[in-house]
């Protein structure tokens, strides 16, 4: 299971970015199921909030979440408890 963030859905979808061939062509080649979050997903909207953007972002998290082979996981009180802890927890990183 592969890891999928922001950084890789803005790449894969704004065809100026710096990234977005790269991110193209890896998401041709891999084969794996992903992994993503509601998090990520709702950080994704937000940054394509422009409204001519706005349809593209909402066809990509429906794709996403008709997908089989994405496992988006669900956003909860708890979840994100435990992320501040261990973001509180790695007070040595920069």
């Known amino acids: 299971m592969i890891y999928v963030d922001t950084s890789f859905l803005g790449a894969l979808f ?4 710096a990234w977005h061939v790269a991110a193209l062509a890896w998401s041709r080649r891999v084969k794996a199921p992903l992994l993503t979050t ?3 997903l709702l950080e994704f909207a937000d940054g394509f ?3 001519d953007w706005r349809p593209t972002a909402d066809r990509v998290i429906q794709s996403m ?3 089989p082979s994405i496992r988006i996981v669900p956003q ?5 408890d435990r992320g501040l802890e261990l973001y509180r927890s790695r007070s040595d990183k920069d």
């Open 76 to 80: 909860s009180r708890s979840l994100f």
């Open 65 to 67: 979440q008709a997908n």
């Open 49 to 51: 909030a422009r409204v």
């Open 38 to 40: 509601d998090y990520i």
């Open 14 to 17: 704004i065809p100026n970015d």
